[in-house]
């Protein structure tokens, strides 16, 4: 077993010269036709299943939608009442508090873990590609899989965490029904989950930073710890950039592994945004749309926020 | 010729290995550990005694649902792969007008989270009678893998030689015909990594499932676990079972196609 991270999707574009330089012609050349046509599925597909569906819901967060006006369409229209309800609610600040430590202590830890190993992996020796391949495991599972897996590692009574913990003398400590310690539960599940991702991205930015390099700062005298602060992360600083970008936009929306871990509990001690847009429309028996699109929507601005950074570093990057 | 001196290297990828991989390993143990044992204090880092009375349990209650599981990630991966394969070669080869729009819009579509998604489709699919139905959540689960398909066949797609498609139309080859028997011939890895994470994403999905098919007759594997939790919070042992048997599909894909996998997930975030 042996994995290939180099270009096994994306071959660098032929070298040739595109042919054909644009002549000026008035009509749509035939090829603009085909492109259409070829285009044509996705361009129906991302209006219907994406934009009528974010229609639909800025439509329920401007309206003020109860069950039965859900089924039958007549909500009436509150502006932006439901917004200012949702900022002025006393959940609001915690949960924004519990998405803010939730996203970056997340990706901080998963970020060091992943350059860590991938430094690691660098160079090859014996099993280093199938011991890499199986580090994909935990980013593969089904995310029921593995929240259902960390409750019971982190059950308090019969969990083997905290079994292990009592061998060195440490309390039982309630893990997933404490409020001090939910957030950090959910936080370790999704460290776990991350690392895969952030292992594999890296590897293949170091892959990319030519071995000469090294071999001139050896040559320097360059120490291995001096080497990975003048040679590794100045040269990996765009990969760096795009790989927590992505993984603050992928953390952001997180719902799965804390609701099936702590459904955002005890009380709100693990409710992040997403979370809480889930349980105001699905979690509780009674469904209430409009917060819940609400803060659906204000999450999307906050990921459109950061998603724009990522835009605007990656096009930097081009053209450097 | 290292392998002497980085023998270490390889003991301590192993003890990392192992670390990381621990929850997995936990859920086989727990899976063929007896019911009577699941509360022993300190835990049975073994199953010395092993059952199988939770795989039996597993393919009494939950054969429907794998077989649900099934259906939903072929579709998705068939839908996928209708509408964003011949998106992905016109974008890459066609030069549509609008193009650079359409990218960027594919990107936005990727950050917007599923439970937005989830309340939107739910809308719809509450006056569409849709809700609970399989091809309601083919198409749901379907919008985590079509905008990654296009960006991935687009930037295969950009690597085929252009001699080659001239040469197709040089032999009179029609668009659609050099599509479909010189493109995708060619494109074979970019559509085994599409499928491949198109079907995962469907198999795994949580979000869609538990909120488009609640009350559905045919609920996928990932509701089938979620149910079981909250009925028998006693019988870890059959949970974890069925969440062995949820997760052959990945472990299968690992051994076959991990390079498919490691160059998906770099295919989204680098281009270089």
Redesign the interface.
Known sequence: ?????E????????E?P??APPRRVRRLRP??W???A??A???A??LI??A??????IE?SLHDYTARA??L?NAEFVGLANYADIIGSDGFLLALRNTAIFTFVSIAAQYAIGLG?AV??R??????GL?R??????????????G??????LNS????VN?VL??FGIGQINWLTSPDWALTSVVIANI?LG???NL??LY??LK?IPDNLYEAAAIDGANAWQQFWRVTVPLLRP?SA??LL?GL?YT??V??VV??MTTGGPGDASTTL?VW??RE??GTGQPD?SP??TI??L??VI??AF?GLY?YL?RKQ?QS | M??RR??W??V???V??AF??F??Y??VN?SLTQTKD??????HLFPWNPTFDGYVNVFQDQMPALGTSLLIGLGCVALTL???A??G???AK????G?GT?N??L??????????????????Y??LGWLNSVWGLI??D??IA?PFG?L?FR??M??????LI?AAKIDGAS??RT?TSVVLPVSR??VL?VSLFAF?WA??D??FA??LD?NGDAVPV?LG??AY?GNNTTE?NS??AT?AI??VP??V???VA???????????????
Not at chain 2, 38 to 43: I, N
Request: aromatic share 16%; net charge positive.
């Open positions: 077993m042996h994995v290939t991270t270009r096994v999707v994306a071959p660098r574009p032929a040739t595109p042919p090829t603009q085909a492109a259409f070829f285009l599925p996705l361009i597909y991302l299943f994406y009528y569906p974010l229609y639909r819901n329920l859900f089924v369409g190993l690691f992996f160079n090859h020796f014996r099993l280093s011991l391949a199986l580090f994909l495991v935990p980013w593969l599972l089904p995310l029921i899989v593995s259902s897996t960390w409750s019971w590692l009574d019969h969990g083997i079994s009592e061998s776990w690392v895969p991702f594999v991205i293949s930015g990319n990969v795009i790989t992505l936009i952001l929306k719902v799965d609701w099936i997403a847009s889930y429309a699905f749309f819940a699109a659906g929507n999450l999307i990921a459109l998603g835009l990656q081009e | 290292t392998s980085t023998w290297k390889t301590l990828g192993l990392f290995v990381m991989l929850p997995v936990w859920i727990v699941l509360r022993a204090d300190p835990p209708a509408i964003s011949p998106a070669y016109a974008l066609l030069r549509p007008r193009g359409l960027f819009m990107l936005v579509a990727q950050m917007i989270p599923s439970v937005v998604m989830a309340i939107g489709f739910y809308a719809i509450v006056r198409v749901a379907s919008t079509v296009v991935v930037a295969f950009s690597g085929i030689p252009e001699e001239q668009v659609w599509f890895n970019a990594t995962l198999w795994s949580f979000v538990s909120t609640r990932t676990i979620y939790i870890w949970i974890m969440a949820a997760s990945a472990a894909l690992l051994v991990q390079r498919y996998v490691a160059g998906g997930v770099t295919a989204g975030a680098i281009k270089d």
